[in-house]
């Protein structure tokens, strides 16, 4: 046997595992590290965060991303380079971690790399009858798992689409596994670039789960504040803070067939861009805003699409405990909308269970790996958009 299947083997067969857990949004605001310890699989997994940084990602390799970022036409020859440049920086970024937290390399056994998003290509945005669902995450795992030694599982969303799926949301599957509680139920609202959430019900019935895409969280936000102001986002929501919302403009925002599809859908920037927000202003004949008044809109319309989902699964009394996590958590305008308009939700940050908020995406993939490793499908029964299936391509150091 192959040695390296060896170490596999014995890896997986452990009590317990360290598994590094990667993520990069397409907020792009670096590599969220996530070292985490697993302890068992399905029903009975145990995750405990040891360790977490986000590795800061420079202009430069930034703009080197946003150069074949959610674009139809790019040059082939750049996305392909960038397929092994994006996993030597990922790779160099967690050897810094491991260092600066004092553990070897040898001590990791395995990493779940989710890698860099690049398109994101549903039936619903390509509307092109003989193709499939489609997306494309770069930054290959044999790159990573030969820079570091540490055998690693990536490209997590191919197994998804090739199951029927849309190849996001993932979160379901680690929210299931981390969140679910007997007796309560949950809704595991993440607002990144775009926004979502998971239903957990207090059954703890895996068919009983639901999980969508709901519109954009920050990406319009940050995509303005980049452009507008050369700032990365909106800190504290000062600039929307200083504007008001204009009501044409929201109404023209929400004026997308995206808001009339039935759940489970995903999306991304390659819908809700600048380009989205300058048809938007055109058509409502408010090319004339202030930039403050601009995001102050582009605030609402985040919070107004995330509530209006919600409302949309549970009523417009909606009644449950929101547990949110992500960089729009951190947006004192948008929480405060959130919670003006859903007055009988409870809101909550996943800290609250022992998850630290920024880090959760990083530690879902750190379960979805452990799952692929040590564990079993889950039975999401016949919903649509959840296959159930196990995901990730496994790469050998050597």
């Known amino acids: 046997m192959n040695t390296q299947i060896e170490k596999l083997y014995s890896k997986a067969g452990k009590s317990e595992r360290l598994i590094i857990g990667l993520m990069s949004g397409t907020s792009m605001d670096g590599l969220d590290i996530a070292l985490c310890l697993v302890k068992g699989n399905g029903a009975e997994t145990d995750v405990r965060i040891l360790k977490f940084k986000t590795g800061d990602y420079t202009d430069d390799f930034r703009a080197k991303i946003k150069a074949i970022f959610s674009k139809k036409e790019v040059d082939l020859q750049l996305v392909c380079l960038m397929n092994e440049y994006i996993a030597n920086t990922h790779a160099g970024l967690i050897n810094e971690a491991l260092k600066e937290w004092g553990y070897e390399n040898e001590a990791i ?7 860099q998003t690049i398109f994101h290509a549903p039936k619903s945005l390509h509307q092109l009858a003989d193709y499939p669902n489609g997306t494309l995450q770069i930054g290959d795992g044999d790159h990573i798992a030969l820079k570091t030694g540490i055998i690693t599982l990536s490209d997590f969303r ?8 849309e190849g996001a949301p993932l979160a379901v599957y680690g929210d299931y596994l981390i969140f679910s509680k007997a007796g309560e139920d949950r809704v595991m ?19 009983e789960i639901f999980s969508t895409d709901v519109g954009p969280g ?6 303005y504040m980049q452009k507008h102001f050369n700032q990365f986002y909106d800190k504290n929501a000062a600039v929307a803070l200083a504007g008001e919302s204009n009501p044409s403009l929201l109404s ?3 004026n997308c067939s995206f808001f009339d599809l039935d759940f489970p859908k995903t999306t991304g920037p390659e819908l809700f861009n600048l380009e989205y927000l300058i048809r938007a202003q055109e058509q409502s004949s408010t090319t004339g805003l ?12 985040s919070a107004e699409t995330i509530t209006n989902a919600i409302k949309r699964c549970f009523g417009e009394d909606a009644n449950a405990q929101v547990f949110m996590s992500g960089g729009g958590m951190h947006n004192p ?7 003006s308009k859903l007055p009988f939700c409870k809101f909550l940050t996943t800290e609250d269970l ?13 379960v979805l790996a452990n799952e692929t490793l040590c564990g079993k499908p889950i039975d999401f029964g016949d919903r649509q958009g959840v296959p159930s299936v196990c995901m990730g391509k496994i790469s050998l150091p050597a």
């Open 252 to 254: 023209a925002l929400l």
């Open 189 to 207: 609202l993440n607002i990144g670039g775009i926004a979502n959430f998971t239903y957990l019900p207090g059954s703890t019935d895996a068919s």
């Open 158 to 165: 191919q197994k998804h689409l090739a199951a029927g799926g």
């Open 290 to 301: 202030s930039a403050a008044d601009v995001m102050a809109t582009l605030c609402h319309f």
């Open 333 to 339: 305008l948008l929480v405060q909308l959130l919670k």
């Open 109 to 115: 056994d395995f990493i779940a790399s989710h890698g």
């Open 218 to 223: 920050n990406t319009l936000m940050d995509q």
């Open 354 to 366: 022992n998850i630290d908020p920024d880090a959760k995406e990083a530690v879902l993939f750190a």
